[in-house]
């Protein structure tokens, strides 16, 4: 048993190097006005980001190599190769609600 008082945890990083991960702005306001949705939006890039995370591959070329997964799908959205669609689905979809095309609409 551990006793009771403070963790202590190692930084991931030095307090002397500089982390940059702050997203694309233009592509953000680009996104949102295509997407036309704050909640949509979030829950769109964050679905899509988990699927680059396990390993799809992105519908658009990356600007730099190191680009932040994020940015990746705000330029998808902003080149139109990523929408979203809002909809009831019908009751008789069955295990096809579990399987995508390889289109690129998500289905929130």
Not at 11 to 22: A, G, Q
Not at 35 to 64: A, C, H, W
Not at 81 to 94: A, H, R
């Amino acid at each position: 048993r551990q006793k009771a008082g403070r963790v202590h945890y190692a930084p991931l990083f030095s307090f002397n190097e500089r982390i940059d991960h702050t997203m694309n702005f233009e592509y953000l306001s680009q996104a949102e006005e295509k997407i036309g949705s704050i909640p949509t939006l979030v829950n769109l890039v964050s679905y899509r980001t988990r699927q680059l995370i396990r390993g799809e591959r992105p519908m658009v070329k990356r600007d730099f190599p190191e680009q932040d997964f994020h940015d990746v799908v705000l330029k998808e959205i902003v080149e139109g190769k990523l929408t979203v669609e809002m909809g009831v689905l019908p009751i008789d979809m069955g295990s096809s609600f579990d399987t995508f095309d390889e289109g690129s609409d998500i289905v929130l």
